[in-house]
């Protein structure tokens, strides 16, 4: 049997009549001459007209949209902090104030190049500003992932299972295409002590991480000082450093636990 087109064709012959470049999309298409005069359909622009009525994504929403439901896939944020943002976080002393502001500036010029260390003794709210910067970045539609170190070394460690159905190499292509990573608390997780001079598997990890986001933005969170996490990560420790501050802002604050309140 014939194709309608074709039997179309046959009873109305049509001729071809040159090309059109889109005024909306810019591709061309077809011109044909026909008994209504010269005419011609973007196909580009119809296709996103009937998904547009059916609501069906475009190719590339359906891909952004499979990219974020992914990074979110990794994202555990603690309850007390999942309504935090850097305007509910109240300072108690100069170095917060100056903390406060740092990080809304940092979200006002963010350029996906700049990067922030936010330092201090727990419970002063140094997470709570990092996932306030990562939830703001967000909204400026941009791919952002707010992730506790050891979380993240977790995720890694269960691909290397048979049973994972996602692989090391996709966790770290993830990474790599964020335009923010925030890395919660570094320095919490276990390092093997390498007395056999051998890098540890956890630095050798926070090692290519740093690397491959060195001309990308990144907010880390730590309890510890430099010279602290440099002697944590032995071998690794300069490098890691050296890369983590690249570009980087370094803010540490100063005062009392908010979270602890004497009972006795
Ligand atoms: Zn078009």
């Avoid at 260390?117 to 967000?138: Q, R, V």
């Avoid at 986001?213 to 010279?227: F, G, H, I, Q």
């Avoid at 990560?233 to 100063?254: D, F, K, T």
């Amino acid at each position: 049997m014939k194709a309608f087109g074709e039997l179309v064709k046959e009873s109305f012959p049509v001729e071809e009549a040159g090309e059109k470049t889109c005024e909306e999309c810019g591709d061309s298409y077809k011109l044909y001459k026909t008994p209504r005069g010269v005419l011609g359909t973007c196909k580009t622009c119809s296709n996103r007209e009937v998904l547009k009525k059916f609501n069906i994504p475009t190719p590339e929403e359906y891909r952004k949209g499979k990219e974020l439901h992914f990074i979110a896939s990794f994202e555990r944020v603690p309850h007390d902090l999942k309504a935090a943002t850097v305007n509910s976080y109240q300072p108690n002393n100069d170095s917060q104030i100056k903390a406060k502001q740092a990080a809304i500036q940092y979200v006002k010029e963010f350029d996906g190049y700049k990067s922030m260390t936010l330092a201090g003794t727990p419970g002063l709210g140094k997470s709570h500003l990092a996932y306030a910067i990562s939830k703001a970045i967000k909204d400026k539609k941009q791919k952002s992932l707010f992730i506790k170190v050891t979380d993240l070394f977790d995720h890694i460690k269960s691909t290397y299972s048979h049973h994972s159905n996602i692989t090391e190499e996709q966790i770290f292509t993830m990474i790599n295409n964020l335009d923010l990573l925030v890395l919660d608390d570094i320095g919490s997780e276990y390092v093997k002590s390498n007395d056999t001079g051998h890098e540890t598997w956890a630095s050798d990890v926070l090692y290519k991480i740093f690397d491959m986001r060195l001309t990308k933005a990144t907010v880390c969170t730590t309890n510890y000082s430099e010279s602290e996490l440099i002697k944590k990560y032995g071998n690794n420790g300069p490098r890691i450093m050296s890369r983590m501050m690249n570009n980087a802002v370094g803010i540490r604050l100063e005062g009392e636990d908010h979270r602890r309140k004497e009972r006795f």
